[in-house]
C-alpha cells in the first residue's frame, strides 16, 4: 500500500438514482424501479447462497444497476438485500482507507473544485500539471432522458437508500 493512493467520489444518492432512472427511459417509474429491485434481491440471493456453500462471499457483484444502497453494498464488499447497520459500518471502515473522498455535487462549483485538487494534490505525488485551455471544458453527460422526479418519487429513493445517506452526509 505504500504507494497506492485510493480515490473515490460519492455523489448524491437520490440524484444517482434518477440519473440512473433518465438514463434508461424515464418513463414508467415504479416498473423500473421494482425491476432493478427484483434483479438486486436476485443478486444478494445468489451470494448468499455462494457464501453458504463456499464460506467466502464472492468476489465480483454486479451492482452498478442498483437503487438500493448501492455504495455501502460496494464499500462492504456485499451485495446484501436488505442492507443493515452491519454493511453500513464496514462501508464506514472501507471508506476510511481512502485517502481521498470527494463529493460529486462539490466538484459543480469553484470551491469546490479548488478543494478537491487541494486534496488530490497532498494525496498525488504528481507534478503540477496545466489547466486546461478555456476550449476544453468538461461537459456534462446524459445520454438518456431528461425530466425532473415528483416529491413523492424522490422520497421513495431517499428511503431506499436509508444508509448510503447516512454515508453521503
Excluded at 51 to 61: D, E, G, I, K, M
Excluded at 70 to 86: E, I, K, L, N
Excluded at 134 to 156: A, D, F
Amino acid at each position: 500500500r505504500p504507494s497506492a493512493v485510493y480515490v473515490t467520489i460519492l455523489r448524491d444518492p437520490v440524484a444517482r438514482v434518477s440519473s440512473a432512472y433518465f438514463a434508461d427511459d424515464g418513463v414508467h417509474f415504479e416498473s423500473w424501479l421494482d425491476g432493478i429491485q427484483r434483479a438486486s434481491q436476485e443478486r444478494s440471493k445468489a451470494a448468499t447462497t455462494f457464501h453458504s456453500t463456499q464460506r467466502v462471499w464472492p468476489l465480483a457483484q454486479q451492482v452498478h444497476e442498483e437503487v438500493s444502497n448501492y455504495y455501502v453494498q460496494v464499500f462492504s464488499g456485499v451485495a446484501a438485500h436488505p442492507v443493515t447497520q452491519r454493511h453500513f459500518d464496514a462501508a464506514v471502515s472501507t471508506l476510511t482507507n481512502f485517502d481521498v473522498v470527494l463529493i460529486l455535487e462539490h466538484l459543480s462549483t469553484p470551491d469546490g473544485r479548488k478543494e478537491a485538487m487541494s486534496l488530490l494534490e497532498r494525496a498525488l505525488p504528481l507534478p503540477p500539471i496545466a489547466r486546461c485551455p478555456p476550449s476544453i471544458r468538461p461537459r456534462p453527460v446524459n445520454s438518456g432522458r431528461k425530466g425532473v422526479l415528483t416529491e413523492v418519487q424522490r422520497r421513495r429513493i431517499a428511503d431506499l437508500n436509508v444508509y448510503d445517506m447516512k454515508l453521503y452526509e
